[in-house]
């Protein structure tokens, strides 16, 4: 159904044909269909979904989404949804509410929930601690497989995944055991017998894109996290961390694309916010473009000597930022990756020079015939090729080091991404091309 004809059914109060379409569609497409309703329409909307699926539904909306429709909820209404609600998406909601909205989501659960909240909004923003649920399956080492079973089908509707178990010996992390394994041996059977000892975890402290990482890295659907003394607190599971990879690729993006991040999406962060978003960076370029200016007047006895040395300018310093755009795209995308380490800056180097000889060759053979054939000049097809081949090695050499030692002195590699190697690069070419030319023709 298009969201149009969803609309005036709304609209219509067509309350049985909304239920019936309802009914049948997943959480993530009832989030999506919801997203053009307003008010009114948008809470009687919310009331019509399945009660098995409202909580999935609400945790899939924006948050502008669930402050309209929080507002408009009763006190019971409330309390309901957020029993439903994951403890890891109850957090997220009150980070991005207002503050008169946290209180009254405070105020309607629970003394021990509140408490769990209070705890997992104490951690960094950006650390695992932020992101990880309480919501887990505990077993005990010394439990039968007939008694593990037990023990989630008595919780494992209120945990978060029941797919991967826990092993805890005195709050300690000692074993980890998949539902698969459970279902799959004797009844009898205890879990520390099955129980896998190898355990990848990670510290509350440790930085959520690491988090991210490690579990695409290994395939996990979760992750144990353990305090500073060891104890296991909670899980980070998969849904969390593909937010988190998507949250970092949007913000690495606005960086490299000379934004600020922003965390709103695009309609809703207003025409001041995307100015005041962009201007500074543009502010930084358009300055340092200075120093490009700066050479060309500096030069400018050269062009009334030989005028035609300017229409060769853009070409060249186009030809720079593209080649050291490239460059600093794949170095940030393999830093991002971990394909690339800081100790491999020599290495990185050496390839990209390698490359730039190769790619400057081939660009200057093809200017050269072009300017020899074109203008009948040796002299002027010498200098402008000889001027790209020293641009190319040196704009892809700028291109892979910058992200590099970026990321050296702890500054975000994206940092170092098109438009700042463009104005960099163009001022490199311009010194370049003029400095040759001018011991060329003698001027």
């Not at 978060?160 to 055991?177: D, F, S």
């Not at 600020?260 to 960076?281: C, G, L, M, Q, T």
């Not at 971990?338 to 100790?343: C, D, G, N, S």
């Not at 402008?384 to 020293?390: F, H």
Request: proline share 3%; net charge negative.
């Amino acid at each position: 159904m298009t969201r149009e004809i969803f609309l005036k059914l709304i609209q219509a109060r067509e309350f049985k044909a909304v239920q019936s379409v309802l009914n049948v569609m997943n959480p993530v497409d009832i989030a999506a269909l919801l997203e053009d309703l307003e008010g009114t329409d948008l809470a009687l909307a919310f009331r019509l979904i399945p009660k098995d699926r409202a909580a999935e539904t609400f945790s899939e909306m924006r948050p502008s989404r669930q402050a309209c429709l929080v507002e408009r909820f009763t006190d019971t209404e409330l309390k309901a949804l957020l029993d439903a609600l994951f403890l890891d998406d109850t957090v997220d909601l009150l980070e991005e509410l207002p503050a008169n909205l946290v209180t009254r989501i405070l105020a309607a659960v629970d003394k021990d929930k509140r408490a769990q909240i209070n705890t997992l909004l104490g951690y960094p923003e950006d650390s695992a601690g932020s992101i990880m649920t309480t919501e887990y399956v505990r077993l005990k080492p010394d439990m039968t497989v007939v008694q593990a079973i037990d023990q989630i089908r008595k919780t494992g509707i209120h945990k978060q995944t029941i797919y991967t178990c826990y092993v805890l010996e005195a709050r300690q992390l000692v074993g980890i055991v998949s539902a698969k394994d459970l279902l799959t041996a004797d009844d009898a059977v205890r879990v520390g017998d099955i129980m896998t000892r190898r355990i990848v975890s990670v510290n509350t402290t440790a930085d959520r894109e690491d988090v991210a990482k490690l579990l695409s890295k290994y395939g996990f659907l979760a992750l144990p996290v353990l305090d500073a003394q060891g104890y296991m607190v909670g899980i980070v599971t998969i849904d969390d961390a593909v937010d988190v990879l998507e949250a970092e690729t949007t913000e690495d993006l606005s960086i490299m694309a000379a934004v600020n991040p922003s965390e709103k999406p695009y309609f809703e962060s207003s025409v001041w916010d995307h100015a005041k978003n962009r201007i500074v960076w543009l502010l930084v370029l358009m300055f340092s473009a200075i120093a490009t200016g700066s050479i060309l007047t500096y030069y400018e006895n050269a062009f009334q000597a030989i005028p035609l040395l300017v229409s060769f300018v853009p070409m060249l310093m186009d030809t720079g930022g593209n080649c050291g755009s490239q460059s600093s795209t794949l170095i940030i995308r393999g830093l991002a990756l971990e394909e690339i380490r800081l100790t491999d800056i020599f290495r990185v180097m050496f390839k990209e020079l390698r490359i730039a000889l190769l790619v400057g060759f081939t660009l200057a053979a093809a200017n050269g015939l072009r300017i020899l054939i074109t203008y009948r000049s040796v002299k002027m097809a010498f200098v402008i090729a000889l001027s790209l081949m020293a641009t190319v090695i040196i704009s892809k050499l700028i291109g892979c080091t910058l992200p590099l030692l970026a990321k050296k002195v702890r500054l975000d590699p994206a940092i170092m991404a098109a438009p700042l190697i463009t104005t960099l690069v163009d001022t490199c070419s311009v010194m370049i091309y003029f400095a040759i030319a001018t011991r060329v023709f003698g001027l």
